[in-house]
T-cell receptor, first 112, second 114 residues
Framework: DAKTTQPTSMDCAEGRAANLPCNHS???????VYWYRQIHSQGPQYIIH???NNETNEMASLIITEDRKSSTLILPHATLRDTAVYYC?????????????FGGGTRLMVKP | EPEVTQTPSHQVTQMGQEVILRCVPI?????FYWYRQILGQKVEFLVS????????KSEIFDDQFSVERPDGSNFTLKIRSTKLEDSAMYFC????????????FGSGTQLSVL
């Protein structure tokens, strides 16, 4: 699976958009970009994933560059409850299972 | 939304003892996983399980570890002879299919080996 690079930490004001970048310059054509988050010491929570098109769901938007070498997770109106570690994971289609390789992630602090 | 349930939430054991961590995956899911997270470190994959067999396992998952689906609802992780370095938060997860689907994680069992 391709390696990802994320900033260690970011701050965001409550109510503002949080834009979390991720670099994955060695991504292969069959690899998807997944975002998960972990609030305090809870289990990781799925946010969104995509292959090459931008994606949006009730939690967030995912913007993937045309060359697919980087992506941005957007939380449109961050709340205090969005304070968490956000993980960008790149993974290929694999019939053996959905093994995820977590990196260090970005620690997002949403401030009032 | 359906949930993965893990019990107990905290487990304290003496070094060398056996522990069994229990998970109830989401009812129509077929693929099951264990991950762990040592305090302050990354979430690490341990094992995936499908059709009563291990599909994949990491280097961490050595002979001290085993998994089982003893009935139609539970999925367990057994550590035969615990070591101090097994102290971690253990997360169970499940999916319906192995690919391009989100993993549903449980809230974890904090294992402390003394």
């Amino acid at each position: 699976d391709a390696k990802t690079t994320q900033p260690t930490s970011m701050d965001c004001a409550e109510g503002r958009a949080a834009n979390l970048p991720c670099n994955h310059s060695t991504i292969s054509g069959n690899e998807y970009v997944y975002w998960y988050r972990q609030i305090h010491s809870q289990g990781p929570q799925y946010i969104i994933h995509g292959l090459k098109n931008n994606e949006t769901n009730e939690m967030a938007s995912l913007i993937i560059t045309e060359d697919r070498k980087s992506s941005t997770l957007i939380l449109p109106h961050a709340t205090l409850r969005d304070t968490a570690v956000y993980y960008c994971i790149v993974r290929a289609y694999n019939n053996a299972g959905n093994m995820l390789t977590f990196g260090g992630g970005t620690r997002l602090m949403v401030k009032p | 939304e359906p949930e993965v349930t893990q019990t107990p939430s905290h487990q304290v054991t003496q070094m060398g003892q056996e522990v069994i961590l229990r998970c109830v995956p989401i009812s129509n899911h077929l693929y099951f996983y264990w991950y762990r997270q040592i305090l302050g470190q990354k979430v690490e994959f341990l094992v995936s399980f499908y059709n009563n067999e291990i599909s994949e396992k990491s280097e961490i998952f050595d002979d001290q570890f085993s998994v089982e689906r003893p009935d139609g609802s539970n999925f367990t992780l057994k550590i035969r002879s615990t070591k101090l370095e097994d102290s971690a938060m253990y997360f169970c997860a499940s999916t319906r299919r192995p690919t391009n689907e989100k993993l549903f994680f449980g809230s974890g069992t904090q294992l402390s080996v003394l």
